[in-house]
Every structure is written in C-alpha cells, then in structure tokens.
C-alpha cells in the first residue's frame, strides 16, 4: 500500500514537474523570441502539455478506481467478482445459466448447501457426488464455479468465501441473467470435507418419481407443496438428455419430443425442458397444463387438485411465480450442512484442503 501510494506521489510530482516545466519553458522561449534571441525553433508546446495531460488524466482515472475499489465492501467484491464470470459464461452458452441453477439445487439437497458436489472422485481413494448417477454425464458448471472461486481469490484479497457461497451467488446470478427475480444471499456456508454418493442417490428426486415420492423428497427438507411446485419451475430454462427422456418412465407420454429420441441411452442429444429454454417464464406452466411437461415428474404435477391448482396460479401470474421461486430458493440456499460433518472454506473447489484444520 506505502509502496503504491509512494509510485502515485511520485507520478503526480512528475507530472507537476512536467507541467511547470511546460510554463517555465514556454515564458523563457516567449522572452527570448521577444528580444530576437530566437529563430527557427519551434517546440511543439501543445504535444507537450498535452502529454501531461494525458498523464494528468490517467492518473485521475488510477484514482477513481482506487476510490471505488475502496468504496467496495469484501462482500460487495465477491458479488461482483462471481457476477463477471457467470455473466461471460452464459454470454457464451445461454445453457450454462440453466446448468449453475440446477447444479445449486443438487448440492443443497444433498447433505445441505456444502460444496459436496464439487469435489472431484480420487481414483480409489474417494467416491464422491459427481458420478452419483443424478450426477454422472449430467450435472454441469463445476468449471464456472472454479473460475469464479479464482476471481474472487485474485480480486477481493480481504476475504475468504466458501465454495458452496460461490455456487449460491452463481444460481441467483443465472436466474436474474436469464430474466427470474434477483434475490438476497446471505453468505456464510462452509464447505465439507466429504461428500456423499448415496445421498445423492437416495435425497435427490428422479424423473420417474410421481407425485407422492416428489411430496416426501421435498417434505424431507421441510419444503411445502407449494414451495415444491415452485422449485420445479426451474425447468423453465434448460435441457435434458436423450438418454434421460428415451426412458419411457422418465417422460410424459403425451410430450411432443423435439430431439430424436429414437436414439441410444448414450444419446447427448437434447431436448428442451419447455418452449423456452433459455428464458426464465412462466412458459413450464402454460405447458404442463397443455399436458406438454417434458419429465414424468413434471408432468405428475398436473394430476393432483392440490398441486395442479398452483401450476395455474403461476400460470395466470408470472410475478406470483417468479417471487414465490426467489422465496423457495433463499430457503433452499439455507439448507444446513448434515450434522458432525467437518467443514473448511476450500481454496480449491473440487477438493478438500490439504492441510486445513478443519473448523466445526
Ligand atoms: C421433482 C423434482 C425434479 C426432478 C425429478 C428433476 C429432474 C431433472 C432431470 C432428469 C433433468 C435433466 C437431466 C439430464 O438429462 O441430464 C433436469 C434438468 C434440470 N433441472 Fe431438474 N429436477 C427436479 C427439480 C429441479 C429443481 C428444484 C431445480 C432447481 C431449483 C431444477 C433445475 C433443473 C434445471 C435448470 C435443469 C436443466 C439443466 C441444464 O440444462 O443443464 N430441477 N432435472
């Protein structure tokens, strides 16, 4: 800090310096062409005082943005930080933006919002969420959130954010770029120094669950009905697989498929999830209740008075569904991490501290 601050002095001196010089020089050259001491000589003054200028105004600017890194509080640097990097990434794949949602939704209902989903496997020393089959080929953007974990680290120096902070910020970011409701996110999550492959298997809701299971998966993290029909209008932006909708459980029969399904279970074909993937609307509804949900589970949700008559509600009203989404998502961002379970703030995303001591 001494250091920059001696470098700006140094400057501004120099340009001081360049400055009086300019007028010293000019009134000394004036004086002499007066009394006939000089000809034929002519200093370019104006390329002169304008490169100080140039200096002048180049340093105005280092200044205003020292001031307004200055006026950036720790919290307010990580917003931004992770906000630049999710915005480049779904400018360049509208996709991602769907992918950083759905990718928060499967760390928090594993275990709770801990950054689980992000370490990597180690080959036959760790098993972990990635590979867990909701996971496997399907769950995208861990590259997203590394780079965002960077940027933080490179720009906001006074403050250490957790993975699982990181993947909130992203989510939120996604669903206000694509055209959802911004929403508040408290930051404050750690991370874990495990993860949980079964859990992802078994907490985790499948596109063949009907409507009961769907109830039970969702009550098991304390969501009502209604908060549950709200989360799953998620699938209001992005895609699935082939291979997820070519089994006949996991699709709505009657769904006018638009990719072809013909294909094999390794097809990475994709098929849109509504009419509009890549708009956050109210469009998932309208569908569902033209009995064109993509997901059996989708479609589920149109079979029972209950959950059916808030699929219209967010039909007939796009601000009652985007406000009640931003609500279930701050809730669900709060999930807690599973108990005893040690926690850190990573400094690498996709795996645990080397020699962190862990802090319960
Ligand atoms: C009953 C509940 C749910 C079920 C059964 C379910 C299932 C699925 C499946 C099978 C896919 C396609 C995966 C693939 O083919 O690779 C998918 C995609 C997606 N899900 Fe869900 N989901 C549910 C709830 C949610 C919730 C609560 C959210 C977020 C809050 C969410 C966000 C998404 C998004 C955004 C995509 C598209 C991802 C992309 O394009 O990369 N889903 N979901």
Known sequence: MAFRLSHLSLALSLVALALAGVAIYRNTYDAMMNKGLLQNVSPDFGL??????????????????DKLNQQLTPEQCVFSAVRG??????????????????????DCFVDGCDGGILLDDIAGSFQGEQTSPPNNNSARGYEVIAQAKQSVKDTCPNISVSCADILAIAARDSVAKLGGQTYNVALGRS???????????????????????????????NFTVREMVALAGAHTVGFARCSTVCVSTNVNPAAQLQCNCSATLTDSNL???????????????????RNQGILFSDHELTVNTTTASVVTTYSNDLNVFLGDFAAAMIKMGNLPPSPGVQLEIRDVCSRVNPTSVASM
């Open 48 to 65: 002169l005082e304008s490169t100080a200028s140039i200096l002048t105004l180049n340093k105005n600017a280092e200044r205003n943005s």
């Open 85 to 106: 990097v999710v915005d480049s990434a779904i400018d360049a794949e509208t996709r991602m933006g769907a992918s950083l949602i759905r990718l928060h939704f499967h």
């Open 191 to 221: 991370d874990a120094r495990t993860a949980n492959f079964t859990g992802a298997l078994t907490q985790l809701p499948a596109p063949f669950d009907n409507l009961t299971v769907q109830i039970q998966k969702f009550s098991d993290k």
């Open 271 to 289: 098929q849109q999830l509504d009419t509009t993937p890549a708009v956050f609307d109210k469009v998932y509804y309208d569908d569902l209740n």
